[in-house]
């Protein structure tokens, strides 16, 4: 890591360095490997907020406490069932049908370990979708777009022109709440 990181970031995903190179902060990214897999008796909330919290503890582990580490778990959720990245086109099929013309929840968890311990913050938003039709979807998917994606879309791509309404935070549908995560920062690192 570089002599004035600040911080490790536990993520993979570019969209999640991209934003938290927007906060003041140097940071450098960190591997870790941790198991997406939502336990029977688990709400969303909650497998959400362990997701962020085991990729910030993995790499907190992997640099031995070195400096602070940040990681993150987004989640899109529709009547209680989490809809996570598709597997294939006809699961991203499914996805988008139960999307079309209804109102999910995307939720996203940023954790940060420390010497203070893990502290573990959620954003919800709500997110309405106008109605697709079967054309779109498989139209969407040849786009290669939905399938690194938590519900098959990315707001801030091709996906934004099926969104009708959003309540809540932009970046954090995105994959990192600017502001939650900047006053976890404010709290627990320093500058340089
Ligand atoms: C809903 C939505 C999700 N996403 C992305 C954010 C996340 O990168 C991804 C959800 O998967 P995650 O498992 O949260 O993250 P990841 O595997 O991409 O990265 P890492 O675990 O290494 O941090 O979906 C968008 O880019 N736009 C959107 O509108």
């Given at each position: 890591?570089?002599?004035?990181?600040?911080?490790?970031?536990?993520?993979?995903?570019?969209?999640?360095r991209?934003?938290?190179?927007?906060?003041?902060?140097?940071?450098?990214?960190?591997?870790?490997?941790?198991?997406?897999?939502?336990?029977?008796?688990?709400?969303?909330?909650?497998?959400?907020?362990?997701?962020?919290?085991?990729?910030?503890?993995?790499?907190?582990?992997?640099?031995?406490?070195?400096?602070?580490?940040?990681?993150?778990?987004?989640?899109?959720?529709?009547?209680?069932e989490?809809?996570?990245?598709?597997?294939?086109?006809?699961?991203?099929?499914?996805?988008?049908?139960?999307?079309?013309?209804?109102?999910?929840?995307?939720?996203?968890?940023?954790?940060?370990?420390?010497?203070?311990?893990?502290?573990?913050?959620?954003?919800?938003?709500?997110?309405?979708?106008?109605?697709?039709?079967?054309?779109?979807?498989?139209?969407?998917?040849?786009?290669?777009?939905?399938a690194?994606?938590?519900?098959?879309y990315?707001?801030?791509?091709?996906?934004?022109?099926?969104?009708?309404?959003?309540?809540?935070?932009?970046?954090?549908?995105v994959?990192?709440?600017?502001?939650?995560?900047?006053?976890?920062?404010?709290?627990?690192?320093?500058?340089?």
């Amino acid at each position: 890591m570089s002599a004035s990181a600040a911080l490790y970031l536990a993520s993979a995903s570019p969209r999640r360095r991209e934003l938290l190179a927007l906060l003041d902060y140097p940071f450098t990214v960190l591997s870790v490997d941790v198991e997406e897999q939502q336990q029977p008796d688990e709400t969303p909330a909650d497998y959400v907020q362990r997701l962020a919290r085991d990729k910030s503890q993995a790499g907190w582990l992997a640099c031995r406490g070195q400096k602070p580490v940040l990681g993150a778990d987004t989640i899109v959720v529709f009547e209680q069932e989490v809809l996570e990245k598709p597997r294939d086109f006809a699961d991203a099929q499914r996805i988008l049908q139960l999307l079309s013309g209804n109102t999910h929840t995307v939720m996203t968890a940023v954790a940060l370990s420390s010497e203070q311990g893990c502290e573990v913050v959620l954003v919800n938003s709500q997110v309405t979708f106008r109605k697709l039709t079967p054309e779109e979807i498989s139209r969407y998917w040849q786009t290669g777009e939905p399938a690194d994606k938590a519900g098959a879309y990315g707001i801030q791509g091709i996906g934004g022109k099926f969104v009708s309404h959003l309540s809540g935070s932009y970046s954090a549908v995105v994959g990192l709440p600017l502001l939650e995560t900047d006053l976890l920062l404010q709290k627990y690192c320093r500058h340089s």
